[in-house]
């Protein structure tokens, strides 16, 4: 942190309520606005020569291709071997012993000793007009292949779910770092001001690994953090009010509640308590307009049957549909998870039937989001991300060095995946990258999980290290102050 900055930083620090209130030019509702419309707001209001009105200005650094971020995100990691990433030279040394270079110096959470290699389980093809190479494990994303922008060389230094979860998602392996949906809010806020500018939606029957620090807000202030909802039942947990509990009854008492805790900021001055204020506020806000933003019954029959949507359940189908509800709805950033994707190897755990299921599950609902955004004019301005936080081994799993299982598996690798983007100011029909002739490690262009958050940040109009907040005498960034990250610009429209 430079000296203007550690001075203005110690300036809010210490501010009294009093002077907070004057100098916010519309007092305690600008600390509100600020999270839910975006620093923008703020900065328009106040004046030009005030400090915490430049703190707050959290304008775009240049002109943004994307307004929002949807990012699907498969839990466990696919093979991309038996998806996008065609080595015909794997193929051809399929059930061989695993050359002992490439195994020397490499870390795998189960492997052992000398594996075999083994091929794709399934026939590769090429699809759509721009020739994508994919097996046909998912006809219906086949044909919106063409609007996808493959990156064939993606690469990570985890090899562990969680830790992997939170370098992808948070630009560190370690805990109590701000994902990248929270400094997206952090510098635009939402264009709906009745519901989270971040909101995070699970499928699968359990959570990632890394938990609720996939979508925490870290460092910065708790408001940026994500806001888990679900498609089955009331959006969010006690949302509904209890029986006997009127509306007015309940603004009466975030009144009274928010008059406590304004007494409480001009004791202590902790700007956890501002976000509390704003929290009940957004709470108050979303249980008049949550449950009609989640509420799918009310699509017409047509759409439903489109995403493969089932009201009522919880389901990958039915996040989808809810990401374009609330894309629709100006929320910035949408986090799906779904998991289920972990294919080891083994009963109920393998390529060619569970990893197969998986893909049924979210093959239809992939192609209805991206031709639903389309057919709605949003999916120029909206970015779609699909991937995991690595991908699989080329070579088949066998734990204890014995290959004991039937049911066929592959390990973590984080050496060399597949993911793909799509809509606002990506390429479309294009790929990016290699891995070598086996589909181990990024070989040609390689990008790392901090190169591809620096991407998603510059076509939210954000330059990677200009987005910064002052932590442990640092200003902070996402891909962190320490590792070299680029804008992967050949991608770029």
């Not at 305690?28 to 620093?39: N, Q, T, Y």
């Not at 960034?477 to 320490?482: D, F, H, Y």
């Amino acid at each position: 942190m430079n000296l203007q900055n550690q001075l203005l930083h110690d300036k809010l620090l210490h501010q009294t309520r009093r002077q907070f209130i004057t100098k916010c030019s519309t007092g305690l509702g600008a600390a509100f606005m600020s999270s839910v419309l975006g620093k923008n707001a703020l900065a328009s209001a106040g004046s030009h020569d005030d400090p915490m009105s430049e703190a707050m200005q959290g304008v775009t650094h240049f002109a943004p291709k994307a307004k929002r971020v949807i990012f699907l995100h498969m839990a466990g990691a696919p093979s991309n071997l038996d998806l996008f990433d065609y080595k015909p030279e794997l193929t051809k040394l399929d059930g061989k012993p695993t050359p002992r270079e490439i195994l020397e110096g490499a870390n795998f959470p189960f492997l052992q000793g000398i594996p075999d290699l083994m091929g794709s389980r399934f026939p590769f093809h090429q699809a759509g007009e721009s020739g994508q190479w994919m097996t046909n494990v998912m006809p219906h994303f086949e044909k919106v292949v063409d609007e996808v922008c493959f990156i064939r060389s993606m690469h990570s230094n985890q090899f562990n779910h969680a830790p992997a979860q939170l370098l992808l998602h948070t630009g560190n392996a370690n805990l109590g770092n701000p994902s990248i949906g929270s400094w997206v809010t952090y510098g635009l806020g939402t264009e709906n001001e009745n519901l989270p500018g971040f909101i995070a939606l699970l499928s699968g029957g359990k959570g990632p690994s890394a938990g609720k620090s996939a979508w925490g807000s870290g460092f910065i202030p708790s408001v940026y953090q994500g806001v888990q909802c679900r498609s089955k039942g009331d959006p969010v947990l006690f949302l509904s009010n209890p029986n006997k509990v009127s509306t007015d009854m309940r603004r009466s008492t975030i009144d009274a509640i928010t008059k406590i805790n304004e007494q409480a900021h001009q004791q202590h001055h902790d700007p956890e308590t501002l976000t509390r204020i704003s929290q009940y506020e957004m709470a108050f806000k979303m249980q008049i307009h949550a449950n009609a933003a989640f509420d799918i019954k009310t699509e017409p029959e047509h759409i439903k049957e489109l995403y493969g949507a089932e009201p009522g359940k919880e389901s990958f189908a039915n996040n989808c549909l809810l990401a374009r509800r609330l894309a629709e709805r100006g929320v910035r950033y949408i986090q799906l998870f779904d998991w289920g994707w972990d294919t080891h190897g083994g009963k109920n755990n393998d390529i060619d039937k569970k990893f197969v299921n998986k893909c049924k599950e979210i093959d239809k609902p992939i192609y209805a989001l991206l031709t639903d955004l389309k057919q709605r004019g949003l999916l120029e301005d909206t970015l779609v991300v699909w991937g995991s936080e690595f991908g699989r081994t080329p070579m088949k799993e066998n734990r204890s060095g014995n290959v004991v299982q039937k049911e066929v598996g592959r390990d973590h690798n984080p050496a060399g995946y597949t993911i793909w983007l799509a809509g606002a100011g990506v390429k479309r029909g294009h790929s990016y990258g290699a891995t070598d002739p086996i589909g181990y490690r990024a070989t040609e262009n390689p990008v790392s999980t901090q190169d591809l958050q620096s991407t998603i940040l510059h076509l939210m109009g954000m330059k990677h290290n200009k987005l910064t907040f002052p932590f442990q005498g640092l200003d902070q960034t996402l891909p962190g102050v320490t590792i070299p990250a680029h804008v992967v610009k050949d991608i770029l429209a």
